[in-house]
T-cell receptor
């Protein structure tokens, strides 16, 4: 697609339920990132996928959070047993390359707005 | 741990003014620095990317500079317009292209 696509754009869920957020990166982009933006907070790194390498999960806030990337393309972020503090915008991004060089501009999707009630 | 700070946190200017947004970072071992724009309820739009070996990048009315040794970047907006009103975010990339973001500057350009 032309840009990073995320779904759902908005999700309201009850506390304790599981949610899945989907990200479809720009075609051909090898790197995929998930970030979280909470109300009044900055952007927080969650997880990063690069090609077939093991993902960098260092930003995941708890073991209720997990993510996978199938076939090197689409990624799903799963939050189990949601809590109210999980309410945030979950932003997915992708880049053509990693590290130094002109291909490492990072492009963001519109985000998935999650509200836990 | 990389820390990124943006000053000011908010800025209100009349239309037509030239303005400067500031970004500072603590670890100069960066791959690149990227400026983004975020409109309310929207995702992030990449404005400019400066590689660690570069000093500045320009796109239209926007000019971003980078002084890696002092850990500073500025985003210069010429002849500001009401449509420039948004939050501007600075982010630095370290190993793995992981971005560390500043808190942003909320810009309001009044007609």
């Amino acid at each position: 697609g032309a840009g990073v696509s995320q779904s759902p754009s908005n999700k309201v869920t009850e506390k304790g339920k599981d949610v899945e957020l989907r990200c479809d990166p720009i075609s051909g982009h090898t790197a995929l990132y998930w970030y979280r933006q909470s109300l009044g907070q900055g952007l927080e790194f969650l997880i990063y996928f690069q090609g077939n390498s093991a993902p960098d999960k260092s930003g995941l806030p708890s073991d209720r959070f997990s993510a996978e990337r199938t076939g090197g393309s689409v990624s799903t972020l799963t939050i189990q047993r949601t809590q109210q503090e999980d309410s945030a915008v979950y932003l997915c991004a992708s880049s053509l390359a990693v590290g130094r060089g002109p291909g490492n501009t990072i492009y963001f999707g519109e985000g998935s707005w999650l509200t836990v009630v | 741990k990389q820390e990124v700070t943006q000053i000011p946190a908010a800025l209100s200017v009349p239309e037509g003014e030239n303005l400067v947004l500031n970004c500072s970072f603590t670890d100069s071992a960066i791959y690149n620095l990227q400026w983004f724009r975020q409109d309310p309820g929207k995702g992030l739009t990449s404005l400019l990317l400066i590689q660690s070996s570069q000093r500045e990048q320009t796109s239209g009315r926007l000019n971003a500079s980078l002084d890696k040794s002092s850990g500073r970047s500025t985003l210069y907006i010429a002849a500001s317009q009401p449509g420039d009103s948004a939050t501007y975010l600075c982010a630095v990339a370290n190993a793995g292209n992981m971005l560390t973001f500043g808190g942003g500057t909320r810009l309001m350009v009044k007609p």
